[in-house]
């Protein structure tokens, strides 16, 4: 099999296996960035899920305490999959374990680069990552932030990884909260859209999946035609908002509604979360 050369002779150890997890090796293998022999899941004690990830992805899978350590060691890039709750004690038995040239690559939301490098007891190369939902789909958003001790090829091997699973955007970490609320959050708010346009659709007459796929096709399309066109949204909209007509008066209630403001308060108010959640994560841990 023909793989892309950044990874091709890397060995990937995702620790936690997870959704997300599952969902960067389903990326992995389709687009071809990396084989299956290439791939090791690991979680704590869950063997039907190994037995599930090993039967369905041919991936190569431990519980065993040994077996992981192993695993790591040898591992060229580690992804950090695991819940929040695990990362103290998980990195605290990883830092020993860990050789000069090895990458971590972190999924954990909140949890800060300085913050597991302590944890890991030593200034390893570290990729933050938040990914969306989407990527399960492989139309995900993935913000990344690197430690300064990565190298040009670990950078270049963790825009493969995610770029199998959607668009990758390289922030300063400073900015990460932020990303969570636009990106992170961000398909939430598009779905309680899409919940208030299928109701107002069954409620005049519309039968419950006539509504559900007209809107799923409309904000389907929207999009599309966004990411194709590259016209603001802005020009979209007027292009097919005619004075006093229905559309107008839609973007009336709307405004009315203060709608701009609200999503805008929204997006910040889950970046603020993000932040308060990821100093809860950084205090319990430390």
Do not use: W
């Not at 000069?100 to 390893?124: H, K, N």
């Not at 066109?229 to 559309?247: F, H």
Request: glycine letters at 8%; one cysteine or more.
């Amino acid at each position: 099999m023909n793989t892309i050369p950044t990874l091709s002779a890397s060995t990937i150890c995702f620790y936690g296996a997870g959704s997300m997890a599952e969902a960067i090796v389903r990326g992995l293998l389709h687009k071809q960035v990396a084989g299956a022999d290439q791939i090791v899941m690991l979680n704590r004690s869950n063997r039907e899920r190994l037995d599930y990830l090993a039967q369905t992805y041919q991936v190569q899978t431990a519980a065993e305490e040994d077996a992981k350590r192993v695993y790591l060691r040898d591992a060229s890039i580690i992804v950090l999959a695991m819940k929040p709750k695990d990362a103290g004690e998980a990195l605290a038995e990883l830092g020993p374990l860990l050789r000069e040239g090895q990458l971590i690559v972190s999924l954990i939301a909140g949890l800060s680069i300085a913050t597991i490098q302590v944890l890991l007891g030593s200034p390893v190369a570290v990729a933050r990552t938040m990914p969306n939902t989407s990527c399960s789909i492989g139309h995900g958003a993935t913000g990344i932030s690197f430690s300064p001790e990565t190298t040009e090829a670990q950078r270049a091997q963790v825009l493969s990884m995610f770029e199998a699973v959607g668009m990758v955007s390289v922030i300063p970490e400073e900015q990460m909260e932020i990303l969570t609320g636009v990106s992170g959050s961000g398909p939430a708010y598009v779905y309680y859209l899409m919940e208030a346009m299928i109701e107002a659709g069954i409620e005049g007459g519309l039968t419950p999946e006539q509504s559900r796929e007209l809107t799923v096709q409309t904000v389907l399309g929207a999009a599309l035609m966004m990411s194709e066109t590259g016209e603001a949204p802005t020009k979209l909209r007027a292009d097919i908002t005619s004075p006093n007509g229905s559309t107008q008066a839609a973007i009336g209630v709307l405004e009315a509604g203060s709608f701009q403001p609200n999503v805008k308060a929204a997006v910040h108010r889950a970046a603020e979360r993000s932040k308060e959640m990821g100093e809860a994560v950084r205090q319990a841990l430390l």
